[in-house]
């Protein structure tokens, strides 16, 4: 991997320097394909109520993408290089992770039409696209829809078991 080490308005001594390196070099073991790592250590701006800030800015380019670090900037200069590195190490490790196809995908919610209203005691009754019906009350639709919901609307719901067999803990209206 090759390392590029910048300081922008601000001077780099070498423990700095070899620290950054030391670090630069144990994100390959999150990730072993990378080509480039840069990374600038910088203060923005002085204040005078808040201090010197330090950002630190980590580019790492890996096959396919570059994925780039950038935190809060941080009065603390070893807190702030530290939270960057932690943070490209995570980075690194979820697109490795995205690599090998390991991502879980979420799963959608299942649909159903709602096939019975009672509004005025606050509850209706959803039949899915197995053909069942799901309790589920005024409190468990989302954005408060439940007074835009009507026979036949399309919802997505979760399903939770309550007192009497399964119910729809959430619906949300779909909207087209």
Request: with cysteine; net charge negative; hydrophobic share 35%.
């Amino acid at each position: 991997m090759e390392l590029q080490i910048t300081a922008r308005t601000v001077e780099l001594d070498d423990w700095l320097k070899e620290e950054i390196t030391r670090r630069a070099a144990k994100l390959e073991s999150a990730y072993q394909r990378i080509i480039h790592c840069r990374v600038v250590v910088e203060v923005p701006h002085r204040h005078k109520r808040d201090g010197v800030l330090y950002n630190i800015r980590i580019d790492l380019h890996v096959p396919g993408a570059v994925l780039m670090v950038e935190r809060e900037p941080n009065e603390d200069l070893t807190a702030a290089m530290r939270d960057a590195f932690d943070a490209a190490r995570r980075k690194l490790e979820d697109y490795s992770r995205q690599q090998r196809g390991d991502v879980k995908r979420r799963a959608e919610a299942p649909h159903a039409r709602v096939s019975a209203l009672f509004p005025e005691d606050g509850y209706g009754f959803l039949t899915t696209s197995e053909g069942s019906e799901m309790y589920f009350h005024e409190n468990s639709v989302l954005n408060g829809d439940f007074k835009r919901l009507r026979i036949g609307a399309e919802v997505r719901f979760a399903e939770e078991e309550g007192e009497k067999g399964p119910q729809a803990s959430t619906v949300a209206l779909v909207r087209k």
